[in-house]
């Protein structure tokens, strides 16, 4: 059965807030007299997430979905795999933690309404992360901005139009960063600033290492920039080389200088440095195409209870 919204909750660890979250969710709903559905993703966590979520399907069974993965395959992933159990015409997605109050949804209805757009993002005047998470989210989303054509704003914080999440479920690979494919299909996105609370109890699934790894399979699989760059370096490189050479035949050739050991030894190991360092971006684009040669699963569902 349709609903006017499904709203697609990746939980992680997130056992403490999920009754919170969902009573909010479901009272906000019932005001503004729509109808909903809210699909949890358990993406692998340690706590108790799933017996909860067992429980709030008993008590809602038509309101709830749970969905249990096998190991945690990431935030993303499993907003994915959330997106293939949505019935609602627009698709709303938050995370766990109650940052974001469920009750901020009203904007992002409002402002697609308003501005007929395909994607709404709830974006923050001021997030309440720590200085490092900001500053390494920050570095992520101007990634986004320079080298892969996106926005460079945006949160977890979204509505999606149905026929988007439809497109966006053709993505089935091992590495999937939704804000960059929701850019390959419409640019008519829009942006709402709404309420970005506290973290209450656990911390952030994304501590530094995740969101550095976030970064360079970003910059892999979404982008040729380091490709480009080996090369126009490599031209760069080259050219300086043959100025070089020629510097050293007409020192040879007029001046009678020798050559000399340290500009031989500085000369290899500068260029077999570049060599190396290609090799290497070359070899991080190779082990990603084998995955998906091989295809790998984007995520494996456990239990389902829908």
């Not at 709830?64 to 935030?75: E, T």
């Not at 949804?105 to 490092?132: C, F, M, N």
């Not at 990634?143 to 993505?171: C, T």
């Not at 370096?233 to 040879?252: E, M, P, R, T, W």
Request: aromatic share 14%; charged share 20%.
């Amino acid at each position: 059965m349709e609903k006017d919204f499904s709203v697609v909750i990746p939980v992680f660890n997130g056992a403490d807030t999920l009754i919170r979250l969902f009573e909010r969710l479901k009272s906000f709903f019932e005001t503004i007299q729509h109808s909903f559905e809210v699909i949890f993703v358990e993406d692998g966590g340690q706590d108790n997430s799933w017996e909860i979520l067992v429980e709030l399907k008993k008590q809602y069974p038509d309101q709830v979905i749970a969905i249990k993965l096998d190991r945690n395959f990431g935030q993303h992933n499993a907003i994915l795999c959330g997106f293939g159990f949505a019935k609602g015409k627009q698709i709303i997605t938050i995370d766990d933690d109650l940052q974001n109050p469920p009750e901020e949804i009203a904007k992002l209805i409002q402002t697609a309404k308003k501005e007929k757009s395909v994607v709404t993002y709830g974006i923050y005047a001021k997030k309440q992360h720590s200085t490092t998470r900001n500053l390494l989210s920050k570095t992520v989303k101007t990634s986004s901005k320079l080298f892969h054509n996106g926005a460079g704003n945006g949160s977890s914080f979204r509505l999606i139009d149905k026929f988007l999440v439809e497109k966006i479920l053709a993505h089935q690979v091992s590495f999937i960063f939704i804000d960059e494919i929701i850019h390959w299909y419409t640019d008519k996105i829009s942006f709402v600033i709404v309420e970005h609370k506290k973290r209450e109890n656990n911390q952030s699934g994304y501590g530094p290492f995740r969101l550095f790894m976030l970064a360079a399979n970003l910059t892999y699989f979404y982008s040729n920039i380091p490709l480009k760059i080996m090369v126009y370096s490599g031209f760069i490189i080259s050219f300086l080389s043959f100025l070089l050479a020629i510097k050293f035949i007409v020192q040879k050739l007029f001046f009678d200088v020798p050559l000399g050991y340290t500009s031989v030894i500085v000369t290899i190991l500068f260029s077999t440095s570049i060599i190396v360092f290609s090799l290497g971006v070359i070899g991080g684009y190779l082990s990603r195409i084998q995955t998906v040669q091989n295809k790998k699963p984007p995520f494996h569902i456990s239990k389902v209870l829908d």
